[in-house]
């Protein structure tokens, strides 16, 4: 049975715990609530600079429609003030280019009216496109903030998780110092294979690391080993480290 002194058992404890506070703080790290919410804000901006190009690209859509309505008003007001012109001055017209010039005359007014109420129609959209460009760029420059908020918090998060990592990595190096090779190469094999826990104390008859009661025989045959000798969990394994009971 390989062994290994009682106090570098005993401080091993204290590595696997440093150990497992850096794992956590990585962890947190990763996790970070803020990481979450300042991916679903920028997605959200995405979305917005989509609406803001579409909302865009309608008020100019409809700037030409407005144009193009006033123009084909001014055309048909155009012919319908050359017409009466024509009615004014034209003493001498036949009674059939009368009758002619009147029909059409009728015809123009109401041919203006339906292009009034298409300019009308048109201008009414523009005005709401126009809204609407305005609420995306206001909704933008919101969200806008707010990323830039999140991203703050998330890095002063971060940073003092880091200077957390760093000094506990710190600990650690310093509560392995010295512990006894062939122990801490044991420690570092099984901790990778161990989801993390390679070391773990036993307590009241049951491993720490599993948090399974050792069955009676094989606790007596641990409580028979030699102080220094470097016992396993026989459940999982790990390292077992007497005398840490408190
Ligand atoms: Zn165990």
Redesign the pocket.
């Known amino acids: 049975m390989p062994q290994a002194p009682v106090a570098d058992q005993l401080r091993l404890l204290t590595v696997q715990d440093l150990d497992t506070k850096v794992a956590q703080a990585h962890h947190r790290f990763a996790s970070l609530p803020a990481r979450q919410e300042l991916s679903e804000i920028t997605a959200q901006l995405a979305a917005l600079e989509e609406s803001r190009v579409e909302a865009a690209t309608a008020v100019t859509d409809l700037r030409r429609e407005v144009t193009k309505a006033e123009d084909d008003v001014v055309t048909v007001r155009a012919r319908a003030d050359r017409d009466n012109q024509r009615l004014l001055s034209g003493a001498g017209l036949a009674p059939k280019e009368l009758q002619a010039l009147q029909s059409e005359l009728e015809v123009l007014a109401k041919r203006q009216g339906d292009l009034e109420e298409i300019e009308l129609d048109a201008m009414q959209r523009l005005e709401d496109a126009e809204a609407e460009a305005a609420r995306v760029a206001a909704e933008i420059e919101a969200v806008g903030a707010k990323v830039a908020e999140v991203q703050a918090k998330l890095d002063d998060e971060a940073a003092t998780i880091e200077a957390e990592i760093v000094s506990l990595t710190a600990g650690r190096a310093n509560a392995a110092e010295g512990i006894d090779e062939g122990l801490m190469a044991l420690y570092e094999k099984l901790r990778a294979a161990q989801g993390g826990t390679g070391a773990?104390a036993l307590k009241h008859g049951a491993?720490q690391?599993?948090h399974?009661s050792l069955n009676p025989a094989d606790l007596a045959h641990i409580e028979a080993a030699p102080a220094d000798a470097i016992v396993r969990?026989e459940?999982?394994?790990?390292i077992?480290v007497r005398g840490a009971e408190s």
């Open positions: 773990a491993c690391g599993c399974m969990c459940e999982c394994g790990r077992l």
